[in-house]
């Protein structure tokens, strides 16, 4: 039972260059969640997933697309990469409703610096 | 929106008790309080959640006051291995993962 994993562990882009952040549960949860933390920050919500089918925006969307592939796979997207948007990523998930009141379980993160 | 408040930091001594409160004085009738730990380098690690008076499992005690405005994370006899940022979360929807910047706790022997 792995939980939730997430590749890769690390990456560097420059300015332009697109990439896709993976994140698979095997836990059989309905909902999960893609965040950012900047440093010395709290995690930011990007996008959540409620079920198979479904995503929608959190508190920073902007710059990011997902996919929700099947139950167990959420997907990030960066169209073109920014600076800004160096950062460690980390895609959680949960049982049941998404939201805060669901016990989350995250992966161990991408760290991702854009040049 | 429950919007929460933590001490930026905290310090204690291996062996001490340590309380860690939070403040919600906004939240909701159907909000838990969960709170998570999260060590350098590592994903949040959910480490206990109650709805009111006092919640304990194998790692910590929860106590929440009557009118739940706030909540008292409590870590009986920390170890070095104890030092990390303590996040509380407040709140039903998606709209409500609001991490914050947590609360640093630094254990020294």
């Known amino acids: 039972n792995a939980g939730v994993t997430q590749t890769p562990k690390f990456q560097v882009l420059k300015t332009g260059q697109s990439m896709t952040l993976q994140c698979a549960q095997d836990?059989?949860?309905?909902?999960m969640y893609w965040y950012r933390q900047d440093p010395g920050m709290g995690l930011r919500l990007i996008y959540y997933?409620?079920?198979?089918?479904?995503?929608d925006k959190g508190e920073v969307p902007n710059g990011y697309n997902v996919s929700r592939l099947n139950k167990r796979e959420f997907s990030l997207r960066l169209e073109s990469a920014a600076p800004s948007q160096t950062s460690v990523y980390f895609c959680?998930?949960?049982?049941?409703?998404?939201?805060?009141?669901?016990?989350?379980?995250f992966g161990p993160g991408t760290r991702l610096t854009v040049l | 929106l429950a919007k929460t408040t933590q001490p930026i930091s905290m310090d204690s001594y291996e062996g001490q008790e340590v309380n860690i409160t939070c403040s919600h004085n906004n939240i909701a009738t159907n909000d838990y309080i969960t709170w998570y730990q999260q060590f350098p380098s590592q994903g949040p690690r959910f480490i206990i959640q109650?709805?009111?008076t006092k919640v304990t499992n194998e790692v910590a005690s929860l106590f929440i006051p009557a009118d739940r405005k706030s909540s008292t994370l409590s870590l009986p006899r920390v170890s070095l291995s104890d030092t990390a940022v303590y996040y509380c979360l407040v709140g039903e929807g998606a709209d409500k993962l609001i991490f914050g910047t947590g609360t640093r706790l630094q254990v020294f022997p």
């Open positions: 836990m059989n949860h309905n909902s």
């Open positions: 959680a998930s949960s049982e049941g409703l998404a939201g805060g009141n669901a016990r989350q379980f």
């Open positions: 109650g709805y009111k």
């Open positions: 997933s409620a079920s198979e089918g479904t995503t």
